[in-house]
């Protein structure tokens, strides 16, 4: 067992955020911190803010209010590509990869924002331009060994089993070397089977990687299992933040899961 990296200090935080579309407050005061090393998940029923809440945090929604402070430094307005330099990078819902293209121009998309050649010296295969490709596919073979991918580095992700699409977009997040890697909902519609391979990767991702995550999950297991805290969101609102345990006694959660199918009671 790799041993894990001692938490360390705040990596983001994001303060006092309010975000409304039109009258629907999604987000209401919510401050949430992340602290590097750390698995920090996000949950609450459906419509509480989560998805809202990850696409503040990497700067596809821009709050009504509130701001982010990201390894030191403080953003009111910060855009996507922004984010993405900053070292933030995220996962889809909806398995969102070039489903024509291999798994490895898959993953090799995600390292686009390293590539320094222009596009003309890549078209006309230049010299330099060549050596950065061939660069730049050792990094992917490497992230292909570590997440299980090398009997499928060929295929066209549109054909593969869900779970593994699942599996390549992590990998073409990680493509990008993210110190902060955001997961929103990564083991929806997965088989019990695959849900243990991508929580086992997550881990990997966290101790062997070193890479702080924020996961939206609603699987209450996946997430007791993996989380070093646990942020709950319940309209609009954060009603619990605490490590795991504290969270399943706490009232509060208790009765805003009740009614729903997503158990959260011991
Ligand atoms: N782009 C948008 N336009 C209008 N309303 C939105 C938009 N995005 C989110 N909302 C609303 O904001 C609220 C919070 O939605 P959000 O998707 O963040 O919740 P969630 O907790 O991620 O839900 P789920 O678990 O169902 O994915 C909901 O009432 C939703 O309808």
Redesign the pocket.
């Known amino acids: 067992m790799i041993p894990r990296r001692p938490i360390g200090d705040v990596l983001l935080s994001a303060r006092s955020i309010s975000l409304s579309?039109?009258g629907?407050k999604?987000?209401n005061d919510i401050s949430i911190e992340v602290r590097r090393h750390e698995i920090l998940s996000i949950i609450?029923?459906?419509?509480?803010?989560?998805?809202?809440?990850l696409?503040v945090i990497n700067g596809v929604?821009h709050p009504q209010a509130g701001d982010i402070t990201f390894r030191g430094r403080r953003w009111t307005r910060m855009g996507g590509a922004e984010a993405a330099a900053q070292g933030i990078a995220r996962t889809f819902?909806n398995v969102a990869l070039f489903r024509g293209m291999s798994v490895l121009d898959n993953i090799l998309s995600g390292r686009a924002r390293r590539f320094r050649a222009s596009i003309v010296a890549q078209a006309l295969n230049l010299p330099h331009a060549v050596r950065e490709e061939v660069a730049e596919r050792g990094r992917v073979e490497e992230l292909i060994e570590f997440l299980d991918l090398q009997a499928v580095r060929r295929t066209p992700v549109g054909t593969l089993p869900y779970g593994l699409q699942k599996r390549v977009e992590l990998a073409r997040a990680l493509a990008a070397e993210p110190e902060l890697l955001l997961l929103d909902?990564p083991m929806a519609g997965m088989t019990f089977e695959e849900k243990q391979d991508m929580c086992r990767f997550v881990l990997d991702v966290n101790r062997v990687l070193g890479t702080t995550v924020v996961l939206?999950e609603?699987d209450i297991g996946v997430v007791m299992d993996l989380s070093d805290r646990i942020a709950v969101?319940d309209y609009?609102r954060k009603i619990a933040d605490g490590p795991p345990d504290a969270v399943r006694g706490n009232a509060e959660v208790i009765a805003a899961y009740l009614g729903t199918n997503h158990g959260i009671a011991a």
């Open positions: 579309f039109g629907v999604a987000l609450g029923p459906n419509g509480a803010g989560k998805t809202s809440m696409n929604y819902q909902e939206i609603h969101l609009g």
